[in-house]
C-alpha cells in the first residue's frame, strides 16, 4: 500500500512505535517519568470523565490493573476500603473475596510490561494488551490523548473481527455503562436496605420496653386518679 498524499510505501509498525513516533512528532513536552502507579479520586475521576463512565466497574478496573503494574504490592484491597464502603456492602464482598484471589495467584512477574500475573497465564498478547493499557492511561492524564487518540483507534480497525485479541482502549472505551450503572444502584440500594432493616430490628426491642413502660405508667395513673 501507499501513501494517497506522498506515494510513498506504507509499512506496518507495532502500536507503542507508531505511538512514539506520534510523541516525537506532536507531544515535545511528553515525560516517560509521569506514571499512573498512584490514584486518587482526582486521576480516576479524570479518567472517567474521558470515558464517560464513572462506575464502579471501571473504578475497581482501574484499580486491579494498578495492582498488577510494578513488583512491590500496594496494599491488600484491590479497591482501596473508605467510609463509603458501608453504603457499597456487595461491592466489599466481591472486593475482599478478589483480593485474596490476587494476592494467592498472581506470583509472576513480566519484565516487559512491568506487571504481575498468574503462573503460565501470560502471552505475548496479554503482555501487549497491558503495555497498551498504561499507554491509553498514562496518555488520558497527560493530555496527550488528544493526540494520539488516532493511533489508538487506527490499532482497534486493524483488529476488528480478530478472535481472542484484546484492545485496551476498545475495552476502556466501550463498556456496558448502562448496565454498570444499574448494578451500582442496585448495590448501593440493597445496603442503604440491610442497614435500615438491622437499625429496625436492633432498635426494636428497646422501643418494645419504652412501650410496656409507658403502658405500665398510664395504667399506674389511672389508679390514682
Not at 52 to 77: A, H, I
Request: charged share 25%.
Amino acid at each position: 500500500m501507499t501513501c494517497h498524499r506522498c506515494q510513498k510505501t506504507l509499512i506496518e509498525v507495532e502500536l507503542k512505535d507508531a505511538l512514539e513516533h506520534t510523541r516525537k512528532k506532536f507531544l515535545k513536552r511528553f515525560s516517560r517519568s509521569k506514571d499512573i502507579r498512584v490514584f486518587d479520586p482526582h486521576t480516576l475521576y479524570i479518567v472517567g470523565s474521558y470515558f464517560k463512565d464513572q462506575s464502579f466497574f471501571l473504578y475497581f478496573d482501574l484499580n486491579r490493573n494498578q495492582m498488577k503494574y510494578g513488583l512491590q504490592k500496594k496494599r491488600f484491597f484491590v479497591q482501596p476500603v473508605n467510609m463509603l464502603t458501608v453504603f457499597n456492602l456487595p461491592w466489599f464482598i466481591f472486593n475482599l473475596l478478589y483480593s485474596n484471589y490476587f494476592h494467592f495467584l498472581y506470583k509472576g512477574f513480566c519484565t516487559q510490561c512491568h506487571c504481575k500475573y498468574r503462573s503460565g497465564q501470560h502471552s505475548k498478547d496479554e503482555c501487549a494488551y497491558n503495555i497498551a493499557y498504561f499507554h491509553v492511561l498514562r496518555d488520558v492524564l497527560n493530555g496527550d490523548i488528544i493526540h494520539t487518540k488516532r493511533v489508538y483507534e487506527k490499532c482497534v480497525e486493524s483488529n476488528d473481527g480478530e478472535a481472542g485479541v484484546r484492545q485496551a482502549y476498545l475495552n476502556l472505551n466501550h463498556r456496558h455503562k448502562k448496565t454498570e450503572v444499574f448494578f451500582d444502584l442496585l448495590s448501593i440500594g440493597f445496603s442503604v436496605f440491610l442497614w435500615i432493616f438491622i437499625a429496625v430490628y436492633a432498635s426494636f426491642p428497646m422501643f418494645k420496653v419504652l412501650l410496656q413502660k409507658l403502658l405500665f405508667y398510664d395504667a399506674y395513673q389511672w389508679k390514682i386518679f
